[in-house]
């Protein structure tokens, strides 16, 4: 140890001393595997991935691609904010991806008009006092419903000490239960015109990034993402300094709930209908972003912009699998690897630290 | 001096049939360093956790600068002015220095945003450093996280706490137990630290060379009681092992256990 470090108070903020932030890792990870695609990509089928290797674009990147990547994932992305604040907390939510199927059927419900082709919408689960409704009830209702399903998986996960994972495999099955009886699996259809802008072009990815730089700020510079960082990292600790635990947790839960019902009415809006099986495994989609972007299902560590990177990690993954037109059950061997590594590396590297202290 | 800050009275706690804390009158006068010995499970660390609020008395009185308290909770006791080193580190590894410090209490702004409102990090960092300065802790660096520090230099984070809160009491449950030589000077310097500015300390110890380095009088706790009150110029080390082994029992204290 330098004497620089030993001085009275210890008055430093020596950079030799600053820790290494582990985004850049992750970063690094995202280039590392946008390299060997593109190195893929030049032998095996004689172009770039994400550059305009063809002229087409005014730009240096292939503008198309770069699209499809960030549109496929902003939808689970937007899951992924949520999940990334429940696992920071030690906890994990399995019940995202139900939670949007359940919303999407009952938000649609109050988004559908009264005439379609000139004819009463065939598919109108309300009489007519529900349709042509202004378009915030549907919001309203979308986020209204995820934020109860939110708030019963924290009650359950802080009060009645039920395990964050039991508590959201129940709401995970009971909710998609609720996404098929609501119309006994019948799609709701025909939503009106200022419903179907939501979710129409770029706008799921401009709702994903905006979110992600709401809930950055939030999670660095509030009281709220302290307490969710403390939580996680010792709970006991957070207790004895007197945060309210329990009712923290409660509102983490029911953040990522209402993300998980704004992903309902994105997606619903995008499609312009709503179905039973919508969001399926999307959970799991979910907390593998938050995992790869070096989260950490211990608490306590991890970072939205991480997840973000996660995302685009398994976005770019995706489409690059495509571009090799390699099938997707590859894609899925590696990503299921990818996982399973970062765990491990996290795994390592908490035990790296508790052995040195 | 001889104002009192810290007097219980038949302080008692019962965990079911265990009888981990029974009857305890204790003083503590303000400014005064007063080491708690006794052998393990001896109900130090239970004397400890009433005085803190961390749990409910079964019975008995408290009473803190004055007026007689019911803490219900750690924080209670925190705002009131007894800053706790616990024996058991309530240190959030993934946070900071300043975050730590300032766990549960925090300095904000925009305190309209409920929940959300801002971290006023400038006024933390500055009071840690502050902290750490009076104490002269030594610290790399207060924005890494704590999860790689050395176990002395967590004792020594819990410890600045209560530099940065100018409290009135500080109560240190055996905090070099865990710690090497140098690591254990580091944390008695600070000790030393806190009598020149005239803080009240209760040391929960198990280090007899320690406590007669730092303390002004020696309270032995015996299976769940107090069986002697010595000022340290009056006493050794033989007699504290004494009175720690039950081969003595304090006069005043005779028939009590
Ligand atoms: N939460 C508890 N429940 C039951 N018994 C306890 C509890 N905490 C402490 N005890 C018992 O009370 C006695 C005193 O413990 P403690 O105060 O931790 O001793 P010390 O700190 O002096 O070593 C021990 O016999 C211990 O087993
Ligand atoms: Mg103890």
Same mark, same amino acid.
């Given at each position: 140890?330098?004497?620089?470090?030993?001085?009275? *108070?210890?008055?430093?903020?020596?950079?030799?001393?600053?820790?290494?932030?582990?985004?850049?890792?992750?970063?690094?990870?995202?280039?590392?595997? !946008?390299?060997?695609?593109?190195?893929? *990509?030049? !032998?095996?089928?004689?172009?770039?991935?994400?550059?305009?290797?063809?002229?087409?674009?005014?730009?240096? =990147?292939?503008?198309?691609?770069?699209?499809?990547?960030? !549109?496929?994932?902003?939808?689970?992305?937007?899951?992924?904010?949520?999940?990334?604040?429940?696992?920071?907390?030690?906890?994990?939510?399995?019940?995202?991806?139900?939670?949007?199927?359940?919303?999407?059927?009952?938000?649609?419900?109050?988004?559908?008009?009264?005439?379609?082709?000139?004819?009463?919408?065939?598919?109108?689960?309300?009489?007519?006092?529900?349709?042509?409704?202004?378009?915030?009830?549907?919001?309203?209702?979308?986020?209204?419903?995820?934020?109860?399903?939110?708030? +019963?998986?924290?009650?359950?996960?802080?009060?009645?000490?039920?395990?964050?994972?039991?508590?959201?495999? *129940?709401?995970?099955?009971?909710?998609?239960?609720?996404?098929?009886?609501?119309?006994?699996?019948?799609?709701?259809?025909?939503?009106?015109?200022?419903?179907?802008?939501?979710?129409?072009?770029?706008?799921?990815?401009?709702?994903?990034?905006?979110?992600?730089?709401?809930?950055?700020?939030?999670?660095?510079?509030?009281?709220?993402?302290?307490?969710?960082?403390?939580?996680?990292?010792?709970?006991?600790?957070?207790?004895?300094?007197?945060?309210? +635990?329990?009712?923290?947790?409660?509102? +983490?839960?029911?953040?990522?709930?209402?993300?998980?019902?704004?992903?309902?009415?994105?997606?619903?809006?995008?499609?312009?209908?709503?179905?039973?099986?919508?969001?399926?495994?999307?959970?799991?989609?979910?907390?593998?972003?938050?995992?790869?972007?070096?989260?950490?299902?211990?608490?306590?560590?991890?970072?939205?912009?991480?997840?973000?990177?996660?995302?685009?990690?398994?976005?770019?993954?995706?489409?690059?699998?495509? =571009?090799?037109?390699?099938?997707?059950?590859?894609?899925?061997?590696?990503?299921?690897?990818?996982?399973?590594?970062?765990?491990?590396?996290?795994?390592?590297?908490?035990?790296?630290?508790?052995?040195?202290? | 001096?001889?104002?009192?800050?810290?007097?219980?009275?038949?302080?008692?706690?019962? &965990?079911?049939?265990?009888?981990?804390?029974?009857?305890?009158? @204790?003083?503590?006068?303000? /400014?005064?360093?007063?080491?708690?010995?006794?052998?393990?499970?001896?109900?130090?660390?239970?004397?400890?956790?009433?005085?803190?609020?961390?749990?409910?008395?079964?019975?008995?009185?408290?009473?803190?600068?004055?007026?007689?308290?019911?803490?219900?909770?750690?924080?209670?006791?925190?705002?009131?002015?007894?800053?706790?080193? @616990?024996?058991?580190?309530?240190?959030?590894?993934?946070?900071?220095?300043?975050?730590?410090? @300032?766990?549960?209490?925090?300095?904000?702004?925009?305190?309209?945003?409920?929940?959300?409102?801002?971290?006023?990090?400038?006024?933390?960092?500055?009071?840690?450093?502050?902290?750490?300065?009076?104490?002269?802790?030594?610290?790399?660096?207060?924005?890494?996280?704590?999860?790689?520090?050395?176990?002395?230099?967590?004792?020594?984070?819990?410890?600045?706490?209560?530099?940065?809160?100018?409290?009135?009491?500080?109560?240190?449950?055996?905090?070099?137990?865990?710690?090497?030589?140098?690591?254990? %000077?580091?944390?008695?310097?600070?000790?030393?630290?806190?009598?020149?500015?005239?803080?009240?300390?209760?040391?929960?110890?198990?280090?007899?060379?320690?406590?007669?380095?730092?303390?002004?009088?020696?309270?032995?706790?015996?299976?769940?009681?107090?069986?002697?009150?010595?000022?340290?110029?009056?006493?050794? /080390?033989?007699?504290?092992?004494? &009175?720690?082994?039950?081969?003595?029992? /304090? %006069?005043? &204290?005779?028939?009590?256990?």
């Amino acid at each position: 140890m330098s004497d620089k470090s030993h001085g009275t *108070g210890g008055l430093t903020f020596d950079k030799s001393k600053r820790q290494w932030p582990n985004e850049l890792n992750v970063f690094g990870a995202l280039i590392l595997i !946008i390299v060997i695609f593109e190195i893929l *990509g030049a !032998i095996y089928v004689g172009q770039s991935l994400l550059f305009d290797s063809n002229n087409r674009f005014d730009s240096i =990147f292939n503008e198309q691609r770069l699209r499809i990547i960030i !549109i496929q994932v902003a939808i689970v992305g937007i899951i992924a904010l949520g999940v990334t604040q429940v696992i920071i907390t030690a906890g994990i939510d399995l019940s995202s991806g139900s939670v949007l199927g359940a919303t999407a059927m009952i938000a649609m419900s109050f988004a559908q008009v009264s005439e379609v082709n000139g004819g009463p919408n065939p598919k109108a689960i309300f009489g007519p006092a529900f349709l042509d409704l202004p378009v915030v009830v549907p919001v309203m209702v979308g986020l209204g419903c995820g934020i109860i399903a939110g708030i +019963v998986n924290g009650v359950l996960v802080a009060y009645s000490r039920i395990p964050p994972f039991i508590a959201t495999l *129940g709401m995970m099955l009971f909710a998609r239960g609720v996404a098929q009886w609501w119309s006994k699996g019948n799609p709701v259809s025909f939503p009106t015109e200022a419903y179907s802008k939501i979710g129409a072009g770029m706008m799921p990815v401009i709702i994903f990034l905006s979110l992600a730089v709401l809930f950055h700020l939030i999670m660095n510079y509030t009281i709220y993402g302290k307490h969710t960082y403390a939580i996680g990292s010792n709970e006991a600790a957070a207790r004895m300094s007197g945060i309210n +635990v329990p009712r923290h947790l409660v509102l +983490v839960y029911a953040i990522a709930g209402m993300l998980a019902g704004l992903s309902a009415v994105i997606l619903t809006s995008k499609n312009l209908t709503a179905q039973s099986g919508m969001g399926l495994s999307y959970e799991l989609d979910a907390i593998a972003m938050a995992v790869i972007g070096g989260v950490s299902l211990f608490g306590g560590r991890g970072s939205i912009i991480g997840t973000v990177i996660g995302a685009l990690i398994i976005g770019v993954i995706t489409s690059g699998f495509t =571009f090799l037109r390699l099938g997707a059950y590859y894609q899925e061997m590696v990503l299921g690897s990818i996982i399973v590594g970062a765990v491990a590396l996290d795994q390592w590297q908490q035990q790296r630290a508790a052995t040195r202290s | 001096m001889s104002e009192t800050i810290l007097e219980t009275k038949g302080l008692t706690k019962h &965990y079911g049939g265990v009888h981990a804390l029974e009857d305890a009158d @204790f003083i503590l006068e303000k /400014g005064e360093h007063v080491a708690i010995m006794g052998d393990n499970g001896a109900g130090k660390s239970t004397f400890v956790r009433q005085i803190t609020g961390v749990e409910q008395r079964t019975r008995g009185t408290i009473v803190f600068d004055g007026t007689e308290v019911n803490f219900s909770g750690p924080l209670d006791a925190r705002e009131a002015g007894i800053e706790t080193v @616990f024996q058991t580190l309530a240190l959030a590894d993934d946070l900071n220095v300043p975050d730590n410090l @300032f766990l549960g209490r925090e300095k904000t702004m925009f305190n309209w945003l409920g929940p959300f409102r801002i971290l006023d990090y400038k006024t933390m960092r500055e009071a840690t450093l502050a902290g750490l300065e009076k104490t002269a802790v030594k610290i790399p660096n207060i924005r890494n996280t704590i999860a790689n520090m050395s176990g002395g230099q967590r004792q020594c984070v819990a410890i600045a706490r209560t530099a940065t809160f100018a409290s009135k009491l500080t109560i240190m449950d055996e905090p070099t137990a865990a710690l090497g030589v140098q690591e254990t %000077a580091q944390v008695e310097n600070i000790v030393r630290t806190l009598k020149e500015q005239g803080e009240s300390l209760i040391l929960v110890s198990h280090n007899m060379r320690q406590v007669f380095d730092l303390v002004d009088r020696i309270v032995v706790f015996r299976r769940g009681r107090i069986v002697a009150n010595l000022n340290k110029d009056d006493t050794d /080390g033989q007699d504290v092992v004494a &009175y720690i082994t039950g081969a003595k029992t /304090g %006069a005043e &204290y005779e028939g009590a256990a």
